[in-house]
């Protein structure tokens, strides 16, 4: 991943008095971004442990037991009834206290949720109806028993990935070869242990020699399952059956076993009377081409107002030849001026509709279909996943602004930093 290129440009218009210029300056650049799937246990305040009956002071269920890195959620149960959900200090030694909004079903705070990556034994208890002690270790148990309004949360260190990932699907084309000069291979590599590891690598090997790296097609290595390839150089091997073998290998280092290619690969000469055509592709870069985002002009009148930007077709254009695919992603400052307009009243999307190839395979999928608020950190626009978004594509993204009934007269400008990444 690296820096693709950097474009900056201002502009500035001149309004009458009483006016707004609203001016967004466009940097567009390159930068690099770039787990196994927890549970959530729900717990319901307000009812019967053990029990269905709503309107009473418990947690249902009081007691339960979950594996390092799950969330507990804590649901507000239909009772018309206010409750919270408040940690007994230092539980587990080093790991934060927590208390809950007041919690009460038909109000805008009717769910709490806390992820425990920590293993150890946390108690905790609703502060409207319980008091700390009630829920100290030495007599949680008993509490829970009696029928207190305080629980208990056992959290297990998670077992350990011992299962290694093992690969299927090898296939090579062409195959025969009929004197190519190399070869494509995919294959997929998983893992089925419990608990489900992540893939992190995948080699090849050429008749028993040294292994050699795989690519993720998706371009990253970050799930249980993942597609593998590699360009395989096979001019220099002779005429005849090779064993090509694949292999993957998990985040917990365990490696799999190779799995060879049904038949091996069948490496033949150009057939009889034939004459060999050849040419080098080489790779170019991942570019991102943005335009200036200009609103129009506003004219005070005491309410906010929203408008938004003429619409200006951006471009990205991925001439890697790879297949890692891409994002892009964009971030703003505050408009700045005769005074300032938070970056919040500044909004985007981008409709699938306003993604056209220009050139090349699928295009990128729009990540932002409704109006959202920008800020300093980058907002994914588009993403090219699984070998797609190799070409050339002009998009249009809509922008629009708030522009808040108190603002001061004058001319406004935001810098829009926009940057094309390597990796989905």
Not at 123 to 151: E, F, K, R
Not at 271 to 293: H, R, S
Not at 332 to 337: A, L, Q, W, Y
């Amino acid at each position: 991943m690296g820096t693709i290129g950097s474009i900056q440009r201002l502009l500035r218009v001149m309004l009458p008095l009483a006016a707004l210029a609203l001016v967004a300056t466009v940097v567009s650049n390159g930068g690099g971004i770039n787990s196994a799937s927890a549970a959530t246990t729900t717990v319901t305040v307000g009812q019967t442990n053990g029990g269905g009956a709503t309107g009473v002071n418990q947690f249902n269920a009081a007691a339960i037991t979950i594996s390092a890195g799950d969330t507990t959620q804590w649901n507000s149960a239909l009772d018309n009834r206010s409750h919270d959900v408040t940690s007994y200090a230092e539980t587990v030694p080093g790991t934060p206290d927590w208390q809950s909004p007041t919690l009460r079903s038909g109000t805008a705070n009717t769910t709490f949720s806390r992820v425990f990556s920590t293993a150890g034994t946390y108690t905790y208890y609703c502060s409207l109806h319980a008091s700390q002690s009630d829920a100290a270790p030495g007599v949680i148990d008993a509490n829970i028993a009696s029928g207190m309004m305080v629980g208990k949360i056992t959290v297990n260190a998670p077992a350990p990935d011992t299962t290694a990932p093992a690969a299927s699907a090898v296939a090579a084309s062409p195959n025969p070869t009929d004197g190519a000069s190399s070869v494509a291979l995919t294959a997929t590599i998983a893992d089925s242990g419990t608990p489900l590891g992540t893939i992190a690598s995948a080699q090849y090997r050429v008749d028993g020699g040294s292994p050699v790296a795989m690519s993720a097609v998706d371009g990253t290595f970050n799930g249980s399952s993942e597609n593998v390839t590699a360009n395989v150089p096979v001019g220099a091997l002779s005429l005849g059956n090779h064993v090509i073998e694949v292999r993957g290998t998990d985040l917990a280092g365990n490696i799999g076993a190779y799995v060879a290619l049904s038949g091996g690969l069948n490496v033949t000469a150009p057939p009889a009377g034939a004459v060999q055509a050849t040419i080098n592709v080489q790779g170019g870069a991942l570019t991102n081409t943005a335009q200036n985002i200009a609103f129009p002009a506003v004219a005070l009148s005491g309410a906010d107002q929203t408008v938004l930007a003429a619409a200006a077709a951006w471009q990205a254009k991925d001439a890697r030849g790879t297949g890692d695919g891409w994002n892009v992603t964009i971030a703003s400052t505050n408009f700045t001026g005769a005074g300032t307009i938070g970056v919040a009243n500044f909004k985007c999307k981008q409709d699938q509709a306003d993604i056209v190839t220009v050139s090349g395979n699928t295009a990128p999928n729009s990540m932002v279909t409704t109006f959202q608020s920008l800020s300093g950190t980058p907002l994914k626009l588009l993403q090219a996943t699984g070998g797609a978004g190799m070409g050339t594509y002009d998009y249009t993204p809509d922008f629009q602004l708030t522009v808040p009934a108190s603002t001061a007269a004058g001319s406004y400008t935001a810098n829009v930093t926009v940057s094309i990444n390597s990796g989905p």
